[in-house]
């Protein structure tokens, strides 16, 4: 996964930096005074190692603030000792909590959370138009539009020839392809198809979010997907029991949809799995451990870097750093569905005559592997 908003945050800044992690879920009174108790003791902690009080007083106006993201969720704080650098919400609460102050920043509580990190397109649509609700991986909840996470549209097609005959009590249809009532209903829902997926096709092509779920009446769900690009289509996840407009209000499609993006995550996490042992079995395209992955990343070699949280090299944070900064990607890849040698491994841009060598066979640290 390409990160280049957390290159621009880190690149031409020097230390030292302020590192913090926490969750910030609040779902009722006890659990907003925990997080404030469990600030004030990160504060300290940070105020003791060198942090300003001043960035330290900024910090803590924006993490207790209260607003309206809901769901279990976390926060993520980098800053220099004159300006926060990056403020985020997490898609889920990280690993372990922290705050440091020192020469470097943290990253891999924020990076073991990649797989989590799933732009999502949610459609609800009926034969009249439908709702779009963008969400960024940063904006946990799907419903909300709050730190510029979620984006809410609705798209009216504006032909209801049904409506209209019901509200005149008269079949007067205007220039349309047939005499034929029914033809008509139809023309006007397979209109309304086309303005929804106009704006839907431009949407996924300037946003690119992982996902499009489509949830509605069954009959427009399928004028809509006749009318989208190649490209939309294949992003398109079908969920049930969603209506325009009420579909987040019920408890079973929010289960749904948590399916359908576990369903997701399970998918790239095999397909990168899977990679993983085909460049591995011929030996190009990819290195493992922390010396070759250090090694291909001094190169500029490393298209991307995954590992296996819980089990990291305890050079992983400088691995990581040297990452973001030569635009190289990072995924957290769970050790259960491969257990990477050594915990740490790397996609290759390119091979030649000087790139580490691994082969399948010295993979010890393959769980998966018989």
């Known amino acids: 996964m390409k990160l280049p908003w957390l290159k621009s945050a880190l690149e031409n800044n020097d230390g030292p930096f302020l590192s913090v992690y926490l969750d910030t879920t609040r779902t009722d009174p006890t659990t907003a005074s925990e997080l404030e108790a469990r600030w004030?003791?990160?504060?300290?902690?940070?105020?003791?190692?060198?942090?300003?009080?001043?960035?330290?007083?900024?910090?803590?106006?924006?993490i207790l603030r209260q607003h309206s993201i809901g769901g279990r969720h976390g926060r993520a704080v980098l800053a220099t000792a004159d300006r926060i650098l990056l403020d985020r919400v997490l898609p889920a609460p990280p690993q372990k909590e922290c705050i440091e102050w020192g020469d470097h920043p943290v990253l891999l509580p924020l990076l073991q959370l990649t797989p989590h990190a799933v732009?999502?397109?949610?459609i609800e649509v009926d034969r009249a138009g439908a709702d779009l609700h963008l969400r960024a991986p940063e904006d946990p909840d799907l419903s909300r539009n709050t730190h510029g996470g979620g984006e809410n549209t609705s798209v009216?097609?504006?032909?209801?020839?049904?409506?209209?005959?019901?509200?005149?009590?008269?079949?007067?249809?205007?220039?349309?392809?047939?005499?034929?009532?029914?033809a008509r209903v139809e023309d006007s829902w397979e209109r309304n198809a086309e303005a929804v997926a106009t704006q839907v096709n431009k949407l996924v092509m300037e946003r690119k979010p992982h996902v499009v779920l489509l949830t509605g009446d069954v009959r427009a769900e399928g004028l809509l997907k006749a009318e989208l690009r190649n490209e939309v289509r294949e992003r398109i996840v079908e969920l049930s029991g969603g209506t325009r407009g009420q579909s987040m209000e019920r408890e079973s499609f929010r289960e749904e949809l948590a399916r359908a993006l576990a369903e997701y995550v399970a998918g790239v996490q095999e397909s990168t799995a899977e990679k993983f042992r085909e460049t591995q079995g011929r030996d190009a395209g990819s290195v493992a451990g922390p010396g070759a992955v250090s090694e291909v990343l001094e190169r500029g070699q490393a298209d991307e870097v995954i590992f296996n949280p819980g089990r990291e090299p305890k050079n992983i944070?400088?691995?990581?750093?040297?990452?973001i900064l030569t635009d190289a990607g990072v995924y957290a890849l769970d050790s259960e569905v491969l257990a990477l040698p050594d915990g740490v491994a790397a996609f290759l841009r390119w091979d030649d005559d000087s790139t580490p060598s691994n082969s399948i066979a010295s993979m010890s640290g393959d769980g998966a592997r018989q």
């Open 40 to 62: 004030k003791k990160f504060r300290d902690q940070a105020a003791s190692a060198g942090a300003p009080d001043a960035l330290l007083r900024d910090i803590e106006e924006s």
């Open 119 to 122: 732009s999502q397109l949610l």
């Open 156 to 182: 009216e097609g504006g032909h209801d020839e049904l409506h209209k005959a019901r509200a005149t009590g008269a079949d007067s249809g205007r220039g349309w392809r047939s005499d034929n009532f029914e």
């Open 317 to 323: 944070e400088e691995l990581l750093y040297q990452a």
